[in-house]
T-cell receptor, first 110, second 116 residues
Framework: GQQVMQIPQYQHVQEGEDFTTYCNSS?????IQWYKQRPGGHPVFLIQ?????EVKKQKRLTFQFGEAKKNSSLHITATQTTDVGTYFC??????????FGSGTQLTVLP | DAGVIQSPRHEVTEMGQEVTLRCKPI?????LFWYRQTMMRGLELLIYFNNNVPIDDSGMPEDRFSAKMPNASFSTLKIQPSEPRDSAVYFC??????????????FGSGTQLSVL
């Protein structure tokens, strides 16, 4: 299936600091999705990016899709304790199956 | 809508026993996915059904694992015989997939499986 590398694996920030996680692929992606999983919970869909260079915002979250459609990022401005969790990117294979990145586990220190 | 429903929430069994995990997707969704999550391997896709037909089962670890989707509202994942290395959280997810489009996945709460 489609492979995607996600970095960093872990990130600890002080509340109020910014946070960014990145996903990189060696091949061109048709689209990319982002999910958040709270500790002990299940992944919850955040957004899907489809167009080259696309930027979408959800309150303090900014999602970007690279011009070459080979990378994507999720940036959180001024983190809050409610942002704690693991953030995953997910990419689709030829049969529309979704493969998830390894995730970035975010810890926000109060 | 009740969302994707998985049962049981927790399963503790002994090595060698048969384990059956169950999933009821969201009504109207035509795609169903089984994922396994562990610390070491992350979220792995085991099998993907579209319109009740298995499309990609390349992630199924070995012959001990089998999955069925007898109708649009029910799927099972069976492990026989179970082994300690099968211990993980198993998620079922469903979506509405159109030709050429990926739609968002809705995940169930998962089954925490412990094989002793």
């Amino acid at each position: 299936g489609q492979q995607v590398m996600q970095i960093p694996q872990y990130q600890h920030v002080q509340e109020g600091e910014d946070f960014t996680t990145y996903c990189n692929s060696s091949t061109t992606l048709s689209n990319i999705q982002w999910y958040k999983q709270r500790p002990g919970g299940h992944p919850v869909f955040l957004i899907q990016l489809v167009k080259s260079g696309e930027v979408k915002k959800q309150k303090r979250l900014t999602f970007q899709f690279g011009e070459a459609k080979k990378n994507s990022s999720l940036h959180i401005t001024a983190t809050q304790t409610t942002d704690v969790g693991t953030y995953f990117c997910a990419v689709s294979g030829s049969a529309r199956q979704l493969t998830f990145g390894s995730g970035t586990q975010l810890t926000v220190l109060p | 809508d009740a969302g994707v429903i998985q049962s049981p929430r927790h399963e503790v069994t002994e090595m060698g026993q048969e384990v059956t995990l169950r999933c009821k997707p969201i009504s109207g969704h035509n795609s169903l996915f089984w994922y396994r999550q562990t610390m070491m391997r992350g979220l792995e896709l085991l099998i993907y059904f579209n319109n009740n037909v298995p499309i990609d089962d390349s992630g199924m670890p070995e012959d001990r694992f089998s999955a069925k989707m007898p109708n649009a509202s029910f799927s099972t994942l069976k492990i026989q015989p179970s082994e300690p290395r099968d211990s993980a959280v198993y998620f079922c997810a469903s979506s509405w997939t159109r030709t050429g489009h990926n739609e968002k996945l809705f995940f169930g709460s998962g089954t925490q499986l412990s094989v002793l």
